[in-house]
């Protein structure tokens, strides 16, 4: 889909929805970044793109911190010469209530979930004005559609779509799309850190299969599917959205 030697950079894909979206955009002849702050886990993530023929190269990257992420912004021009998109993706998740969690850990989901997509954003953008780019970040139906024990995470995912529409007015007269996508539950690893966090992580993992109008959770790929099409020219007249991929979360009361 047009993204041929396009250069893509994508935090947290040492696994998970970003792992899925650096597999699904190299299939589609783009060069990746795999940029996780777990190095061994983005090494794997290169090695799956390479052995498919595709091209990736690691970088061990904490989106919550400037001099890491300028370093990511160096490591990229200097290894592809620009940037065509930018996908953030890396977020923690902690699952309590705001009287439960520390004030450490709301500093942490904000300073990786929020902080992360404004640097990265702060420090690509000045690159992606000169090839016309464009962002995905990776937001979630938390952001409106909220559940028990996790009012950090929710409130950081609220944020990043208010961010998202902001970004998108400020930097479109440049010719820059910036769009968020809002996942319901994906089998990848925050979902599952929910799960476990839960008195009986089966049953609750089959509850929320029920949460959704398809009666299951969704796969990683599903996700990867949609950030490449707003990331492609196709979605060209795209931008300020927030893409909802939920398999009908909450549409309504689930069949008895
Ligand atoms: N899994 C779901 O059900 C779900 C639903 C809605 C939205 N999302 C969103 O999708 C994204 C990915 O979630 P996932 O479930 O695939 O998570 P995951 O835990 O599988 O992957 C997150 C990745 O981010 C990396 N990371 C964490 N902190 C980092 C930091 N400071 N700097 C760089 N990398 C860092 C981790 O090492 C990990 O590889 C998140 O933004 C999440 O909010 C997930």
């Not at 029920?210 to 299951?216: G, T, Y």
């Amino acid at each position: 889909m047009d993204l041929q030697n396009r250069s893509v950079v994508i935090t947290g894909s040492g696994s998970g929805i970003g792992r899925a979206c650096a597999l699904e955009f190299a299939k589609e002849g783009a060069n990746i970044v795999i940029a996780d702050i777990q190095l061994d886990a983005a090494q794997e993530t290169v090695s799956r793109i390479t052995a498919a023929g595709g091209k990736a190269f690691a970088c061990g990257v904490d989106v919550s911190k400037p001099d890491s992420v300028a370093a990511l912004v160096s490591e990229t021009i200097k290894q592809y010469g620009k940037i065509d998109v930018l996908v953030n993706n890396a977020a923690v998740q902690v699952n309590k209530t705001i009287v439960d969690t520390s004030f450490d850990e709301w500093n942490k989901q904000m300073s990786v979930n929020v902080g992360g997509v404004f640097l990265c954003s702060k420090l690509f953008l000045p690159y992606l004005k000169s090839t016309k780019g464009n962002i995905v970040n990776m937001s979630s139906v938390n952001g409106f559609f909220v559940e028990p024990s996790c009012a950090g995470y929710c409130a950081t995912k609220a944020a990043i779509t208010g961010l998202t529409k902001a970004m998108a007015i400020d930097h479109g007269p440049d010719g820059i799309r910036v769009n968020c996508i809002c996942p319901g539950y994906i089998d990848a690893g925050l979902a599952e850190g929910y799960f476990q966090s839960q008195a009986n992580p089966a049953q609750s993992r089959a509850e929320a299969g029920k949460l959704h109008a398809l009666w299951r959770i969704g796969k990683p790929e599903e996700v990867a599917q949609v950030a490449i099409f707003l990331a492609s020219d196709r979605a060209s007249f795209v931008t300020g959205s927030a893409y909802v991929v939920d398999g009908g979360f909450g549409s309504g009361l689930p069949p008895k």
